[in-house]
């Protein structure tokens, strides 16, 4: 299961790396980006505010609220195998959907760790190899509006959004974001209406979770 997951997480490197370079970084700055951050919905977040022109705080901004539920992530698995202070940077650093997913899909404490592992350092080395692998192509093709690029990264989210829309809940709070996002988009600079539709969403959450029957 974990490797599973690195071959088919891996692969998504190559299209990070293309649109990293079109949106205008270099092929270091793209494979850097892949290796210190490396949480692909926050690194597509960031290269598409950048792609558009706008500020390195707001990219910085819409990818840290993407990659809120990282944190999430982390404390589930540290209560699940309570890492030594040695540990913990690793652990933290290789935590994303698919080690998550590998390790509580397991029952034995082992398997739950090896899953961790297998699909955490597997997805690292591939999706930073395919990275690489995509920049150098991007790189190489020039002029990123003569091959549709400039326009992939929707494309890039899409891909992430669709699979998440299982239930009328989740329709519901991505279609209100979406306007609200689009709404913010004539009056603020490029990367605010992300965090726009981020932070509706989240209140949206809140006030669901709040009116649930308890």
Do not use: C, K
Request: charged share 10%.
């Amino acid at each position: 299961m974990g490797l599973s997951l690195a071959v088919a997480t891996g692969l998504y490197g190559i299209s990070f790396g293309a649109l990293a370079v079109a949106a205008g970084l270099s092929v270091a700055q793209t494979t850097a980006l892949s290796a210190l951050m490396f949480t692909g919905g926050s690194q597509f977040a960031f290269i598409g505010v950048v792609g558009a022109g706008g500020s390195l705080p707001s990219a910085f901004g819409a990818a840290t609220l993407l990659g809120v539920r990282n944190a999430v992530y982390g404390m589930q698995i540290a209560s699940m195998f309570r890492p030594g202070p040695g540990l913990i940077p690793v652990q933290a650093q290789l935590t994303i959907d698919e080690s998550t997913a590998a390790a509580i899909a397991q029952d034995l404490p082992a398997e739950q760790r090896r899953g961790f592992w297998t699909a955490g350092i597997g997805v690292y080395v591939l999706w930073n190899l395919f990275t690489l692998a995509g920049a150098l192509g991007g790189n190489a093709l020039g002029d990123p509006t003569a091959w549709g690029l400039d326009g992939a990264a929707v494309a890039a989210f899409v891909g992430l959004l669709w699979p998440r829309l299982r239930h009328r809940d989740a329709w519901a709070v991505a279609v209100v974001a979406a306007v609200a996002a689009l709404l913010a988009v004539p009056a603020t600079p490029a990367g605010v209406p992300i965090m726009i539709a981020a932070a509706t969403a989240g209140v949206m959450a809140i006030t669901r979770r709040g009116a649930a029957p308890r």
